[in-house]
Nanobody, 124 residues
Framework: QVQLVESGGGLVQAGGSLRLSCAAS????????MGWFRQAPGKERDFVAS????????YYADSVKGRFSISRDNSQNTVFLQMTSLKPDDTAVYYC?????????????????WGQGTQVTVSS
């Protein structure tokens, strides 16, 4: 059983930056593909970014390309989401996810484990 704990959310002005972290425990971290998703009030949970087990390849939603960057530190069992040039539309609860499934499944939110989420609020 893998536990995922997100941190780093908060309130930021438009144009600002935040760095989210997701710490994993209870499993072999480098055996999991990792992803970030977000859910705004009244909306579905959407894919944001994902990263392969080694960290060599990353994938992004069009809405965040060029502004967000996903990375991982397998020695620290942690995945990060660096968010820059934040917009009010980025306001949501951000979730970390882990899976042993193929990457296309993860991008469709078919994950084995989910974190509890961290709130990101971007004010205009």
């Amino acid at each position: 059983q893998v536990q995922l704990v997100e941190s780093g959310g908060g309130l930021v002005q438009a144009g600002g930056s935040l760095r989210l972290s997701c710490a994993a425990s209870g499993g072999t971290f480098d055996g999991y593909r990792m992803g970030w998703f977000r859910q705004a009030p009244g909306k579905e949970r959407d894919f944001v970014a994902s990263i392969t087990r080694s960290g060599a390849n990353t994938y992004y939603a069009d809405s965040v390309k060029g502004r967000f960057s996903i990375s991982r530190d397998n020695s620290q069992n942690t995945v990060f989401l660096q968010m820059t040039s934040l917009k009010p539309d980025d306001t949501a609860v951000y979730y970390c996810a882990a899976t042993t499934r193929i990457m296309s499944a993860l991008i469709k939110a078919q994950a084995d484990y989910w974190g509890q989420g961290t709130q990101v609020t971007v004010s205009s």
